[in-house]
């Protein structure tokens, strides 16, 4: 029944149509949310005959291109993060062209490969009281990391670098500023426990899409941008390039 209900669905253009048999989906226990999906579930934006490539498998990074549906695949770009940051910081780099350097590196090594393709890079880095903080390796320091950022302000630099056949030619900065709550042994011990390995993802330990909301007074900055991708900026850039949708020619 199910299935014919899905055809017929599928069928109609009406979005009256599609929300009201989504709901009545809901209300008999078929589905678990009671919010209709999108009329295409396929990527819809593009650069005609020019692959988009995200040097990265970060699970936030690919969401955000997910959801404004944009056609792009996703390679790993295998750098050595932590050396490369403790070298800058010995060298004096500051933090903002230390994010620059971490993104132009993950995405140089996808481009020296993909030279028919336009390749984003991004890196954060946190700075709180003059201490920069990379991604946690373990769960001590992800513990150690939260003390220290707890009950004052800090710093996350967003850099995205892009290389299109095999050249760097832009790249974007943004810096927020968060603050976390303070927070006792046993609420950042209970938040780890939840968080699990995602806590290893992020500089600050925090997923502010998720339960990392419950750590925070106060953040200024752009959404996009705290998660990992300054994806407006990013979609300015990608528009003069040719990004264009190709929703008339799915439609058809």
């Known amino acids: 029944m199910l299935t014919g209900l899905r055809r017929n669905f599928l069928r109609n253009n009406s979005l009256p149509f599609r929300t ?7 209300t008999r226990g078929f589905i678990v949310s009671a919010h209709p999906p999108l009329p295409f579930p396929n990527p819809l ?3 005609p005959n020019t692959p988009i490539i995200l040097a990265s ?3 936030s990074r690919r969401a955000i291109l997910d959801g404004a549906m944009i ?10 993060e932590s050396a490369i940051r403790s070298s800058c910081e010995a ?3 500051s933090p903002e062209d230390i994010a620059v350097i971490l993104a132009e590196m993950k995405a140089q090594l996808v481009a020296q490969s993909r030279t028919d393709a336009l390749v984003i890079g991004s890196d954060q880095i946190l700075v709180c009281g003059g201490r920069i903080f990379g991604k946690p390796s373990t769960r001590q320091e992800a513990s150690e990391t939260l003390d220290y950022l ?5 710093h996350l630099f967003t850099s995205v670098v892009i290389f299109k056949f095999g050249q760097r030619i832009w790249h974007h900065n943004a810096l927020s500023t968060l603050v976390v709550r303070s927070l006792s042994v046993l609420e950042i011990n209970d938040y780890l426990d939840i968080l699990g390995d995602a806590a290893f993802q992020t500089p600050g330990c925090y997923q ?16 996009y941008d705290i998660l990992g991708l300054p994806l407006l900026p990013l979609l300015a850039f ?3 390039h040719g990004l264009t949708s190709c929703g008339d020619e799915i439609s058809e």
């Open 57 to 59: 498998q970060s699970a």
């Open 45 to 47: 934006w593009l650069i």
């Open 20 to 26: 009201c048999y989504w709901s009545w989906l809901f």
């Open 150 to 154: 707890q009950g004052k302000p800090h």
């Open 238 to 240: 990608l528009r003069e």
């Open 71 to 80: 056609d792009y695949s996703s390679v790993p770009a295998n750098i050595d």
């Open 91 to 93: 060298e004096k780099i």
């Open 208 to 223: 502010i899409e998720g339960i990392g909301a419950h750590i925070f007074t106060s953040m200024s900055g752009t959404y």
